[in-house]
């Protein structure tokens, strides 16, 4: 089955063509980078108008470098859930407009879904149950992926995602955004120890995090710093800063892991790509005993392939939707 996937939730626009939910056959992103750099952050109504721009070329060009006609695609898949609305909206109806034109199942995918999928097309052999920790700039949590379509979230931030406090903080550091990676790589050579550094604790739920105290808590160091001239040893700061996140995450999703006992655990989203985390991950499972599965880099960030690839397996549970499909901004990942 060729599935024709469409990703807008956020600053990427992206189209791919994916067969039987596992091969790749093309995956084209156009991103919005550039354009929100200016700005610092994302403008949700200048991304919508990005996304209006593109989506049309980029599902032609998918096709072509699938080598694909039309009439052989067998169904439209599109990211309907959580992200910027208008973003969202962009796709959703593009998908419908194609759907319809070629008489094929429209089937709607949930973002944070595909960015769990996109673990199964860098791992063959990967199949639920396993955990999962969704790590991006708009999602925190650690989900408890039972079959290819049910999910129920184990804990997560009460306040902002990881990604969010990199690209925040970064920010404040005059580093670019997004953040995440000029963080990950400032961080290089750094003293990890340096900077004393908070990490949360949610009384009663283990499994959940908090990142809002340890933004400000690093606003407050940069500024404090800049009010008194002192110099901050900007690599040290980025590795004490990686490490308080890191250390936030892993012994979390360690212990979803063992309270699941699968014995598999994986790691997605954009933030997925930090290698520090990564190696805290590698390092823990290797204790544990637990496999690791991380997605390619190229699948971490946003991208259509893992909606073609988990929209393969929405259609299998017989998730289709009519051409009334809305958009959400948010929605829980247990409902699909
Ligand atoms: O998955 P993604 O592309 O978009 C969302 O669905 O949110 O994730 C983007 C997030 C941004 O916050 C970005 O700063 C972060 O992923 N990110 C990283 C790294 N690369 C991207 N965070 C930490 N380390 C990285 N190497």
Redesign the pocket.
């Known amino acids: 089955m060729n599935i024709l996937a469409i990703e807008s939730?956020?600053d990427?626009t992206a189209a791919a063509v994916v067969r039987d939910g596992r091969t790749v056959l093309s995956n084209c992103v156009a991103s919005q980078i550039e354009m929100h750099t200016i700005y610092g952050g994302v403008v949700p109504e200048i991304a919508s108008r990005k996304h209006v721009e593109a989506v049309s070329g980029l599902a032609r060009e998918a096709l072509e470098r699938a080598g694909l006609s039309r009439e052989e695609v067998d169904g439209v898949a599109v990211t309907y859930a959580p992200g910027l609305i208008g973003a969202v909206l962009v796709g959703v109806n593009f998908a419908k407009g194609v759907a319809l034109a070629l008489d094929r199942p429209l089937i709607p995918v949930h973002?944070v879904r595909g960015?769990i999928a996109a673990n199964y097309l860098t791992h063959p052999d990967l199949e639920p149950p396993f955990v999962c920790l969704c790590v991006?700039?708009?999602?925190t949590a650690i989900v408890d992926v039972r079959s290819y379509t049910e999910m129920e979230v184990l804990g997560g931030t009460r306040d902002d995602a990881a990604?969010?406090c990199?690209?925040k903080v970064a920010r404040v550091l005059g580093i670019g955004y997004?953040?995440?990676?000029p963080?990950?790589r400032l961080a290089d050579g750094g003293d990890d120890a340096k900077y004393e550094l908070p990490r949360a604790h949610v009384q009663g739920a283990e499994l959940d995090m908090s990142f809002s105290g340890l933004k400000t808590a690093c606003l407050n160091l940069i500024h404090n710093a800049q009010q008194k001239g002192d110099a901050l040893d900007l690599p040290s700061f980025a590795a004490s800063f990686g490490r308080a996140v890191s250390e936030s995450l892993v012994p979390r999703a360690m212990e979803a892991s063992r309270r699941k006992g699968y014995g598999r655990l994986a790691v997605a989203?954009?933030?997925a790509?930090?290698?520090r985390i990564r190696a805290d991950l590698e390092a823990a499972c290797r204790q544990s005993g637990d496999r690791l599965f991380l997605p390619e880099l190229k699948y971490?960030?946003?991208n259509a392939a893992m909606i073609g690839c988990q929209g393969y397996y929405e259609f299998l549970a017989g998730r289709t939707a009519g051409l009334d499909l809305n958009a959400y901004a948010t929605r829980d990942i247990s409902l699909g």
């Open positions: 939730s956020c990427e973002h960015h991006s700039g708009g999602t990604g969010e990199f690209d997004p953040g995440g990676a963080m990950d989203g954009g933030v790509a930090n290698r971490c960030g946003d």
